[in-house]
């Protein structure tokens, strides 16, 4: 058994590179093939984990707490009691590494040249550090602290519209729960920049007892936003966070506040293994072809094979053999291309020249690949699997040769 199958073995390594040019023009395709699914698959992937990792880290977080009517109406009206202490005590859990309560409300952002609509966001600097905002996005000045009550933080792309700057006095407007008007004025303290542009023009920070003493809501929050290990799967976070919260309260993942990223990650397995069978496919007709003329080439080889006694089986193991060899040829040189791409860029690329379509998607301006595992495996599964079958018929049509037939071809 072991002779046969070294045999076989050997035959089919030297049937492959009987026509040397034909053969590395295969594995060229079948290289180009597999570096095309793994390279693309990284990018598209670190474009969706971009995209859904910047959405958590621009406010949300992987779990949210809300007063049930909030999220349709989000007015100061809506707000809960800050947390009482077993709720704390369900923040400190291990699934939890950060959390921050917010005072989130729409207002009026004036300046001496302009008027604009934002989302004034009460926070305290040093939890909202942790979970979202990135002391690296700041441009100018500094980010919120204690003993700068005062001081607001604001979009760059804002500062342009109202065409202003650090240091220089700003009104903000919005309701209380009673329904009346209240402003106050604020020095801009800080500049930052978003990887998405569109958060610049919209969410202003502010200290948020400051916020709550302007908006008469004294112990009062709109949201709390919790972040966990895992962003992916946020069901024992949340049942945690449920189990702990009044019940009055609302609490949900950010796959069900956020319904458009909760359904490109969704998606998102399911393209890379139609892309990868696309690929193929493409790849598949060449591959055929190849093989189907290496057996009409060998008719009268194979046939006197045959007449020597050897079954049709083992005609059909020689043929797969050689497909097998040049499947795993192709795939380890296309595997080796891929991974040394995907590592040249592992520091992102640059697409801040289309950052406005970027932004239409919610992702940022820098892509990074990423490549996970089971996608590596599974470009590798389909290629050898799908590889075998295509290559199924021609190596079948070679076992069912008649001897007195195929010797007698010209």
């Not at 409300?105 to 990135?134: M, N, Y």
């Not at 402003?183 to 998405?196: A, E, K, L, P, T």
């Not at 007892?209 to 992916?232: K, N, W």
């Not at 992102?348 to 406005?356: L, M, N």
């Amino acid at each position: 058994m072991m002779f046969s199958a070294h045999v076989a073995f050997t035959l089919a390594w030297r049937n492959l590179w009987r026509n040397y040019r034909r053969t590395l023009i295969m594995l060229f395709a079948i290289c180009l093939g597999v570096w095309a699914m793994i390279f693309m698959t990284a990018l598209s992937r670190g474009m969706v984990d971009g995209m859904v990792q910047d959405g958590i880290r621009n406010l949300p977080g992987h779990v949210q707490v809300h007063h049930p009517d909030y999220l349709d109406d989000p007015s100061v009206v809506n707000s809960f009691a800050e947390p009482d202490a077993r709720f704390l005590e369900a923040l400190q859990a291990p699934e939890v590494t950060g959390w921050a309560m917010r005072v989130k409300v729409p207002a009026v952002i004036s300046s001496e040249r302009d008027t604009r609509g934002i989302t004034l966001l009460g926070v305290d600097a040093k939890s909202e550090l942790q979970i979202s905002f990135d002391q690296q996005d700041m441009v100018a000045g500094e980010f919120l602290h204690e003993g700068n009550s005062r001081g607001v933080v604001i979009g760059a792309k804002l500062v342009e519209k109202l065409e202003t700057r650090l240091g220089k006095r700003i009104v903000i407007m919005t309701q209380d729960p009673d329904n009346n008007i209240v402003d106050r004025g604020f020095v801009i303290s800080g500049v930052y920049r978003s990887d998405i542009p569109g958060y610049e023009e919209l969410y202003v920070y502010a200290d948020r007892r400051l916020v709550q003493l302007m908006l008469a809501i004294e112990q009062q929050i709109s949201e709390i936003a919790i972040t966990g290990t895992d962003y992916r799967d946020n069901t024992r976070l949340k049942e945690a966070i449920s189990a702990s919260a009044a019940a009055n309260l609302q609490v949900q993942t950010w796959k069900e506040r956020d319904k458009y990223l909760a359904t490109m990650v969704d998606v998102m397995d399911g393209f890379i293994l139609v892309w990868i069978i696309v690929i193929f496919l493409a790849l598949s007709f060449g591959l055929i072809n190849t093989l189907i003329m290496a057996v009409f080439e060998r008719v009268r080889e194979i046939g006197l094979m045959r007449a020597l006694g050897m079954r049709g089986s083992s005609v059909l193991l020689i043929i797969l053999l050689e497909s097998l060899l040049l499947l795993l040829l192709g795939l380890a040189v296309g595997n080796a291309i891929a991974l040394v791409s995907i590592f040249l860029i592992k520091d992102g690329i640059d697409v801040s020249a289309v950052a406005e379509g970027m932004a239409m998607f919610g992702a940022g301006t820098v892509l990074y690949p990423v490549l996970k595992l089971s996608d590596l495996v599974l470009a590798n599964v389909v290629v050898i699997i799908l590889g075998l079958l295509t290559c199924l018929y021609p190596a079948w049509r070679a076992s069912r040769y008649d001897p007195i037939v195929a010797l007698n071809k010209h």
